[in-house]
Every structure is written in structure tokens, then in C-alpha cells.
């Protein structure tokens, strides 16, 4: 064994010695939650039509919620399903979440942005499927 | 229309009467629901209980402000107008609160007058009363027993004979005598304050019976309940 890999041996033996059981913890959560919030955004993503489509009808009406509703659902359905794989392939590196409302269905008036940026058009009222309580 | 047509037609509003939902009376329930809030002390806790849910939506939103949850609806007048209504609500309360704390101890109140009475008169030289009132006495002496925060203050003179020191003693017994009368009929002791003032001005050596008398001089407490709240 080289004095170079003796040394690394070393260095990352001292480094898991500091870190604390708590902050293993906190990474394995934070780990297994980007996952998670990773493979539901994948495989619902596409619940972002309906959601757009309810929420700006309920705003509007119902020729805005089936017209503007479904195209803004169509863009927020690939955007939710792109940052899924994003969170997923990024999961072992923690970070501050990617998409918020972290799934779909959460907070259901809430009008989804990512990377804290949103899209223009949005409703400004609570939908019938969530009152903000 | 055919006879054959009445049978199926009287069956069919037969069965739509039979179905029928039958409406229950609910003014007794809701007397009773009513009864529950009435009076100072129910409109006390209806009102809190609307502070409380208001309270409870603004500070939901509170959360949500906090976390940027629901950025797209702007929630902020909503739960301004909350806590506002809130407060008024609770104000309400408070008012309510103090006229059920008036109604159920009001008795307590003291709504008579002053009582100013000279009860004792003295002989030259004398600290024991040759005539007292001891009606007066026993009346002031029971209010005070009855109103423990109330109090009364004793005072005493005497005429110009004799020296002024003298004179001064003399008035400070006659005052006490009336002291002991009026804790032997109940008041308090703490609720007494002698005044002792000694010879009255008047022409040296001069016995003067209006000079040599024992007075009683009641005052009552300006109670009110929450003086800081206003009622209207």
C-alpha cells in the first residue's frame, strides 16, 4: 500500500469518526425522501393536468380550466416529471427539495414551482379539492 | 282518462306519500342551543369562541406566509382581517365577562351615602360620653363589619378650658372611647382612623358643648368593576 492511500485511508477513517450519528440520520432521511419525492414526480407528474385543469376552472371558468388549464398542466407535467428524475439521479447528494409541493398531491392549491421559479398564469383562489387548512 | 288508468295513478301517489320524508321539529333544540349562549356569561364564551377560530385562521396563514406555502393566493388581508376580528372578539368577551362579574356580585357594590354623624358628647374635662347615639353607632359599626374594604374616621374635640397639650390628650381618648363602641358593635379596628384635633378655636377658657363631641365620618370606596374596559 502506497503512503498516498495510507493517508487517504486516514483522512476518510477521522472524517466518518466526526460525523455524528444524527447527521447520518438527517442524510438518510434527506436520501430516502429525495428518492422517494424523486419517483413520484416520475410517475405522477402527469397529475398536474388535472390539477391545473380544476384549479383554473375553478378560478376562471370552465373553457379557461380545458383550455389554458390543460396546456399549463401539459408544461407543469414534464416539468414535475423531469425534476423527479433530477431529484432521483441528484438523491445521494442532499440538497434543499427540487419541486415544491414536494408531491403532486400535496397542498393541492398550491400552484407548483420548481427551483422556486414559477410559470405565469396561475390561480390566485383555493380549489375545491384543498381549502389551506 | 280511462278507468283502467285511476288504479296505477292512485298506487303511484300512494307509494310518493308513503315516501315521503317526515320533517322533525327542531325549535326545542334550538331553544336549548340558544339558552346555552344567553345571559353575559354565554355571549362571554360564544365570543371567545369565535376569537379562537379566528385566531386559529390567522395563524394557519401565519404558517403558510412563513413556509411560502400557497404563494400563489394572497392570503395576508385575509389573516389580518382575522386577527383583527380576533381581537374585537376577544374585547367582547372581556366586556360580556364584566357585566356577568356586575350582575352576580353587584351586591356587593356600596351605593348608600356617607354616613357624617355626631354620635358622642362629652363634659368638660370627660373622655367617658355622658350621651351617645348608639343607634348611629351600631348602624355605622354593622355597614362596616358588612363592607370589610369601606372604612370610617374618628373625630374628636374638646372646648378651650384647660391647657392646649391637655386639651390634646383629651381628644385623642375621647376618640378612642368611641373607637372601642364602634369595635364592640363589629367594625374592625383596621377599619378605623382616629383623628384627634385637639381644642377647637374659640374664646380661651370657654366650655362649649359643640366643641366636646365625638363625630363619625364613613367613606366608601369607588368600586367599579374593570375600570379600564369600556362597557359602550
Known amino acids: ?133 | 282518462m280511462k278507468k283502467y288508468h285511476y288504479l296505477p295513478l292512485a298506487t303511484l301517489i300512494l307509494f310518493l306519500t308513503a315516501c315521503a320524508t317526515p320533517r322533525i321539529d327542531t325549535e326545542d333544540l334550538k331553544a336549548e342551543i340558544k339558552s346555552a349562549r344567553s345571559g353575559h356569561y354565554g355571549q362571554a364564551i360564544l365570543h371567545q369562541e369565535l376569537s379562537e377560530e379566528d385566531l386559529e385562521v390567522a395563524n394557519t396563514i401565519l404558517g403558510h406566509l412563513e413556509k411560502n406555502h400557497y404563494w400563489n393566493i394572497n392570503e395576508k388581508q385575509k389573516a389580518l382581517d382575522a386577527a383583527k376580528s380576533a381581537a374585537r372578539h376577544r374585547l367582547e368577551s372581556e366586556k360580556e365577562m364584566c357585566l356577568w362579574l356586575t350582575e352576580v356580585h353587584s351586591q356587593n357594590h356600596h351605593k348608600g351615602e356617607a354616613i357624617h354623624d355626631t354620635v358622642a358628647y362629652f363634659k368638660t374635662g370627660s373622655s367617658v360620653p355622658f350621651k351617645t347615639k348608639d343607634e348611629s353607632i351600631s348602624k355605622v359599626a354593622s355597614w362596616l363589619k358588612a363592607h370589610p374594604d369601606a372604612t370610617a374616621t374618628v373625630t374628636a374635640s374638646t372646648d378651650t378650658v384647660g391647657k392646649p397639650a391637655y386639651n390634646q390628650d383629651l381628644s385623642e381618648k375621647r376618640a378612642n372611647a368611641l373607637v372601642q363602641r364602634l369595635v364592640a358593635n363589629g367594625a374592625r379596628p383596621n377599619q378605623l382612623t382616629v383623628k384627634a384635633i385637639g381644642e377647637v378655636a374659640g374664646i380661651d377658657n370657654t366650655p362649649h358643648q359643640e366643641s366636646r363631641v365625638a363625630i363619625v365620618i364613613t367613606s366608601h370606596p369607588n368600586y367599579i368593576d374593570c375600570p379600564n374596559v369600556k362597557l359602550k
Open chain 1, 1 to 133: 500500500m502506497s503512503k498516498n492511500q495510507i493517508l487517504a485511508a486516514c483522512v476518510l477513517t477521522c472524517t466518518l469518526m466526526m460525523t455524528s450519528t444524527v447527521q447520518a440520520e438527517s442524510y438518510l432521511t434527506g436520501f430516502t425522501n429525495k428518492i422517494s419525492q424523486g419517483i413520484a414526480n416520475i410517475a405522477f407528474g402527469f397529475i398536474e393536468i388535472p390539477k391545473n385543469i380544476i384549479n383554473i376552472t375553478n378560478d376562471q371558468n370552465i373553457f379557461v380550466g380545458m383550455t389554458w388549464g390543460a396546456v399549463r398542466g401539459v408544461v407543469h407535467g414534464v416539468s414535475r416529471t423531469l425534476v423527479g428524475g433530477a431529484e432521483f439521479l441528484t438523491s445521494p447528494i442532499p440538497t434543499s427539495e427540487f419541486a415544491s409541493p414536494a408531491y403532486v398531491w400535496d397542498r393541492f392549491s398550491e400552484d407548483s414551482r420548481y427551483f422556486d421559479l414559477y410559470y405565469p398564469g396561475y390561480w390566485t383562489n383555493y380549489g375545491p379539492l384543498d381549502d389551506g387548512k
